[in-house]
C-alpha cells in the first residue's frame, strides 16, 4: 500500500493525506493550481515536499522533518514509479519501440530481449504495427498509448497518472479509459489519476481526493463525495448545483430567506444553531402539480433541453431560491412545464446533506 | 605561390582546436544550467572573446604566457601558444550552440528519462547528447571555420614563424604585403569555400529530412 502524508508551504502548498490500496484507482481532483500535480510528483521523486512521509509497502521513499530536513528521499530511478504525463513526454528521437526500450534498459542488457519485450507491450496497448514511428508521427492518442506502454514496461510498483487524458480527442479518450480499465485487472498496484475533471473521476476511480489550494479536503468514493460532502467548499469544487444555506438546531434545518424547515436526520456531529450549508442530490427532489402539506411553491424560469434530458430552473415563490433540476423530456411533457408555470416542488428531508459554513477545526479532516 | 604549409598548418589547429574544445564545451554547458546565481557571471566572463578586440587578447596572451613553457615547449611563438589563445578566443562559439540545445530540451523529457530508471548519465548518453546533437555540430562548424579564420589573437601571440604559427590568414596578410595578389587570392577562396560551407551546414541545409533513428539501437 502506498502511504502518503506531506506538507509544505513554498513554493506551492500542499498538505496531503492519502493512501492507495493496490488495484485501487484513486484519483486527485481539484481546479488548476490546487496542487494535484505537485503532489503526484513529489510521490514520484521530482519534487520533495518539506515534511511528511511517503512510504509503499513499509519501504519508506521520502522522509523529512520540520527540523532537520530532508533525511531520506529515493531517487525517481529508485522508487519505481510508472508516470504518465499530459503531454506524452516520448523521447522525440526515438521511435515507438525505442521509447519503451528505456525502461528495459538496466533490467535487460541484451537488446533483443529488449526490443522483443518492448514489441508485446505496444501490442498489447493496440498501437505493435507503429513501432518504428517517430512521437511525431504518431496521433495523440497513439502517443499516450506509447508512453503508458512505457510507464508500464518496467512494471513499476506504482502508477501515475498526471492528466493523461486531457489533451486528447473525446472518442480517442473513451478507448483510453477501455483501456486503462482492462489493466487494472491485470496489474495489482495502486493508481493516482490527476485530473480537474470530475465526470473523468467518477467514471474511473475507486476513491477520489478533492484538493483545493493544496489541502486534501475530503477522500470518499465518488457516490460519497456528490451526495455528502464534507463542507461547502468540496460541495462547490464537486460542482453541486442546489447548496444552500441555513441554520441547524437539533434535526431541524432552517432555510435562510423561506419559512422552510426541514426534518433532518441528526448525527451529532454539529452543535445547535451551527450556520450550514445544505445540498440536495437530484434523487431528492421531485415536482407535482398538485400541492401537498410540504411542498414547495415554484415558479418555472428556465428550460434548457440538451437532447433527451431538460435542465430546468426553478425560483421559489418564498424565498427567491433558485433550484436546478434535471428531468427527461417525457417528465417536462408530462407535468406540463414552460417558463412561468407555477409547479409544486417536493424535497426530501433524508436526502439533504448538511455541513458547517466554515470548516470546523476537526483533526480528522485530512485524515478521513 | 600556393602556401600549403599555412593551409596544414591552420587544417592543424582547427582539428586540436576542436578535438580539445567540444568535450569542454559539452561539459560547460551541460552543467550550466545547474549553477543558480552564479550562472550569469559565467556565461558573461565565457563571452567575453565575442566583444573583446583580438589584440587586446592577444597582447593579455602574450604577456600572460610570454617567457613560460609547457614541458619545454615555449607558450608563445610557438603552435602550442597559437593553440591555446585557439582556445580561448572559440569559448563563446563552442559553448553558446550547446548550451542552446540542451536547454531546448524540454524538462519533462528528462523527467521521464528519470522515472524511466535512468541514471545521470544514462541520460546523458542516451537522452540529451542524441536531442542536443544539432547544436553540438553547430558549435564544431563553427569552431572550425573560425579557427581557419583567426587572424589577430594569432598574429600577437604566435607571429609568423612558417610552419608553426603562420596560419591560413596570416599568410594571406603577408601576401598582399608582397605584392603576391595571385596567392592571397587563392587562399582567400579557399576560407570562402570553407566558411560558406561551415554556414551551410550549421544551418542545417544538407541536412536529409528526420528518418528513424540510427544512432541508438534499441
Known amino acids: ?368 | 605561390m600556393f602556401d600549403l604549409e599555412a593551409l596544414i598548418l591552420s587544417l592543424k589547429l582547427a582539428i586540436w582546436t576542436l578535438v580539445l574544445i567540444l568535450p569542454f564545451g559539452i561539459w560547460v554547458a551541460h552543467n550550466l544550467r545547474r549553477m543558480g546565481k552564479r550562472r550569469s557571471w559565467i556565461e558573461a566572463l565565457l563571452a567575453l572573446p565575442l566583444v573583446l578586440p583580438p589584440t587586446v587578447l592577444g597582447y593579455y596572451l602574450l604577456v600572460g604566457l610570454g617567457g613560460k613553457s609547457f614541458f619545454g615547449i615555449p607558450l608563445v611563438f610557438s603552435f602550442t601558444g597559437i593553440l591555446i589563445a585557439s582556445l580561448i578566443v572559440n569559448l563563446p562559439f563552442a559553448i553558446q550552440p550547446i548550451q542552446r540545445a540542451f536547454e531546448s530540451i524540454q524538462p519533462e523529457i528528462l523527467e521521464a528519462a528519470q522515472v524511466s530508471g535512468l541514471s545521470h548519465w544514462q541520460i546523458f548518453r542516451l537522452i540529451e547528447l542524441p536531442l542536443a546533437w544539432r547544436g553540438i555540430t553547430s558549435a564544431a562548424v563553427l569552431t572550425f571555420a573560425h579557427t581557419l579564420g583567426e587572424f589577430g589573437v594569432i598574429l600577437m601571440v604566435g607571429g609568423a614563424i612558417p610552419g608553426e604559427t603562420k596560419t591560413v590568414s596570416i599568410a594571406i596578410y603577408d601576401k598582399v604585403q608582397s605584392f603576391d595578389t595571385a596567392g592571397a587570392g587563392l587562399l582567400s577562396l579557399i576560407l570562402l569555400g570553407t566558411s560558406l560551407v561551415a554556414i551551410a551546414l550549421s544551418y542545417g541545409i544538407f541536412e536529409r529530412p528526420r528518418s528513424p533513428s540510427k544512432r541508438w539501437e534499441g
Not at chain 1, 502524508?5 to 500542499?14: A, C, V
Not at chain 1, 533490467?107 to 514511428?133: C, D, F, T
Not at chain 1, 417536462?332 to 458547517?356: A, Q, S
Open chain 1, 1 to 368: 500500500m502506498l502511504k502518503v502524508k506531506i506538507s509544505q508551504t513554498t513554493p506551492n502548498p500542499l498538505q496531503l493525506n492519502i493512501e492507495c490500496t493496490p488495484g485501487e484507482l484513486h484519483a486527485l481532483v481539484g481546479p488548476s493550481g490546487s496542487g494535484k500535480t505537485t503532489a503526484l510528483r513529489t510521490i514520484a521523486g521530482l519534487n520533495n515536499a518539506h515534511t511528511g512521509k511517503i512510504e509503499y509497502d513499509g519501504q519508506l521513499w521520502f522522509e523529512a522533518k520540520e527540523i532537520s530536513g530532508v533525511s531520506t528521499s529515493l531517487s525517481p530511478a529508485e522508487r519505481s514509479c510508472g508516470f504518465l504525463f499530459q503531454q506524452y513526454a516520448l523521447f522525440p528521437h526515438l521511435t515507438a519501440l525505442e521509447n519503451v526500450c528505456i525502461p528495459l534498459y538496466n533490467s535487460l542488457p541484451e537488446v533483443a530481449k529488449r526490443k522483443k519485450l518492448a514489441q508485446q507491450w505496444l501490442e498489447r496497448m493496440g498501437i505493435g504495427e507503429l513501432a518504428n514511428r517517430m512521437p511525431n508521427q504518431l496521433s495523440g492518442g497513439q502517443q499516450q498509448r506509447t508512453a503508458l506502454a512505457r510507464a508500464l514496461a518496467r512494471t513499476p510498483k506504482i502508477l501515475l497518472l498526471d492528466e493523461p487524458f486531457s489533451a486528447i480527442d473525446a472518442p480517442t479518450r473513451q478507448s483510453l479509459y477501455k483501456t486503462l480499465a482492462e489493466l487494472r485487472k491485470d496489474f495489482d498496484i495502486p493508481i493516482l489519476l490527476v485530473t480537474h475533471d470530475l465526470r473523468e473521476a467518477d467514471l474511473l476511480a475507486d476513491r477520489i481526493t478533492v484538493i483545493d489550494q493544496g489541502v486534501g479536503l475530503q477522500t470518499a468514493p465518488p457516490q460519497v463525495l456528490f451526495e455528502r460532502p464534507r463542507n461547502s467548499r468540496v460541495a462547490e469544487l464537486v460542482g453541486i448545483n442546489n447548496k444552500f444555506e441555513g441554520v441547524f438546531t437539533a434535526g431541524k434545518l432552517t432555510w435562510n430567506g423561506s419559512p422552510q424547515i426541514f426534518n433532518v436526520v441528526d448525527k451529532g456531529k454539529i452543535p445547535p444553531n451551527t450556520p450550514v450549508a445544505w445540498v440536495i442530490p437530484a434523487e431528492g427532489l421531485s415536482l407535482h402539480s398538485e400541492a401537498s402539506h410540504s411542498s414547495i411553491k415554484a415558479a418555472v424560469e428556465d428550460i434548457s433541453a440538451l437532447g433527451q434530458v431538460a435542465v430546468i430552473q426553478l425560483r421559489t415563490i418564498d424565498g427567491g431560491h433558485v433550484i436546478t433540476w434535471e428531468a427527461s423530456a417525457a417528465e417536462v411533457k408530462r407535468l406540463g412545464l414552460e417558463p412561468g408555470k407555477v409547479t409544486h416542488l417536493e424535497m426530501d428531508g433524508d436526502k439533504i446533506h448538511i455541513m458547517p459554513l466554515r470548516p470546523i477545526n476537526d483533526p480528522r479532516r485530512f485524515s478521513n
